[in-house]
């Protein structure tokens, strides 16, 4: 590792201005599994009654999947929109982006609005993360990089915990709409993204070299299987998480029903998750910087198999024990996003990067949509079915284990130029 001496004032600009946007983006992530439910029972009750619960937790999954889709958009849009006008340029606007419309959201007077602000807003946050890894990446000397893809990681499973943390203290049915004004904060970091942080010096180049990057160009010839391997190794760890991790708030309600803890379960349950999870994404890509990347993947994947399927089918109380395993799988889950952002950026060349790797990171978020709405269709995620359904899900990492032997290998080279 390189001394901290020989790291520039603009390194470390561009290192803090991504943290605090990645901060935020978790932040901003976190809110809504907390202020979902008693937002809706606001906007759909009527006459000071309140809205059947089907309805809310269809509305639920709407919202889920509204942000699902937005963020697998944005980060191929915005990611192409980094390779052609620079990482800086693109990363205020996506944050800017994601900061004012979920803002916004504390306004909406219908289930629709809401869905539709989380919508454009999620284009923002996929946008963000694809931006600022490549900014980062581009920017730090090479020996850094597993230290700044575990910083990645754990930056938005911190904001994560300060969300968790923040809605024990101000209670989101009161004040869900003050928690979502909140998130408007982050608009003040473009000001300062736009006066300190200095672009890429790798963009620069490469954009001056050549023609003028378009989307199309994450799938052209030589780089097309490699966007393809990498959107499956992306989309294993988010099939998990949005399928079956994320709901483990839902089922903690749901053990807790009529219990005291009740309206505190959720926020336990992810401070715990989150928590664990900044832990897991700090350090996977450091333990695992000199492993071969297929071979990292497959004990990851691993891993987390072994430990959701012990949270799933081995709890059926929220007590102590419960917490501790949801620990557990916050730190196996969640470590694929401190490794990501170490491998993705190795399989593409400079011009195209920020597309490439914000589709690999983001496209499974799609697919994740689609199961989120199916569960609720099928109600699946009603009492007694899901941990079963989740147990179910998180399956998928046995696709992942099979994938990994066929991911590009790329242990000890430089980042493409």
């Not at 071969?292 to 987390?304: Q, V």
């Not at 102590?320 to 996003?337: K, P, Q």
């Amino acid at each position: 590792m390189g001394q901290l001496s020989n790291i520039t004032r603009g390194q470390w600009l561009t290192l803090t201005a991504a943290l605090l946007g990645w901060l935020f983006d978790g932040f901003e992530m976190g809110v809504f599994p907390i202020v979902a439910r008693p937002a809706l029972r606001d906007l759909l009750g009527t006459s000071g009654a309140a809205p059947p619960e089907e309805i809310v937790r269809q509305w639920n999954a709407i919202l889920s999947a509204a942000f699902l889709f937005g963020a697998s958009a944005g980060g191929w849009l915005f990611g192409a929109l980094g390779d052609r006008i620079g990482r800086v340029k693109a990363m205020m606007v996506s944050v800017l982006t994601y900061s004012l419309l979920t803002g916004f959201c504390a306004l909406a007077r219908t289930p629709w609005e809401l869905a539709g602000l989380r919508f454009m807003a999620a284009l923002g946050m996929g946008g963000e993360w694809a931006l600022g890894v490549a900014l980062v990446m581009e920017t730090w000397p090479a020996e850094w990089r597993p230290y700044l893809a575990g910083m990645i990681g754990a930056a938005g499973n911190f904001g994560y915990c300060i969300v968790a943390g923040l809605s024990l203290v101000i209670t989101p049915k009161d004040y869900w709409r003050l928690l979502l004004v909140v998130c408007a904060a982050p608009a003040l970091l473009t000001f300062i993204i736009r006066l300190f942080v200095p672009e890429s010096e790798r963009w620069r180049t490469a954009a001056s070299s050549g023609p003028k990057s378009r989307m199309t160009d994450a799938f052209a010839s030589g780089v097309r299987i490699r966007s393809i391997l990498g959107a499956a190794a992306g989309a294993v760890p988010l099939l998990a998480t949005w399928g079956a991790v994320q709901f483990t708030q839902l089922w903690a309600g749901q053990m807790t029903d009529g219990q005291p803890v009740h309206d505190r379960a959720g926020a336990y349950v992810q401070l715990c998750s989150a928590g664990a999870a900044t832990i897991g994404a700090g350090l996977a890509p450091i333990l695992l910087w000199k492993a071969p990347r297929r071979l990292g993947y497959a004990l990851l994947c691993l891993a987390a198999l072994a430990s959701a399927e012990f949270l799933f089918l081995g709890h059926d109380r929220f007590d102590a024990a419960f917490l501790l395993s949801v620990g557990l799988t916050g730190v196996t889950s969640a470590a694929f996003y401190g490794w990501l952002p170490l491998y993705l950026p190795e399989l593409f060349p400079t011009r195209v990067r920020a597309a490439g790797q914000g589709f690999c990171y983001n496209a499974g978020r799609s697919l994740a949509a689609i199961g989120v709405l199916l569960t609720t269709a099928f109600r699946l995620d009603v009492e007694g079915n899901y941990p079963r359904m989740s147990a179910l899900v998180c399956l998928v990492y046995i696709f992942g284990m099979i994938l990994a032997w066929r991911l590009p290998e790329t242990k000890g080279k430089p980042l493409p130029e």
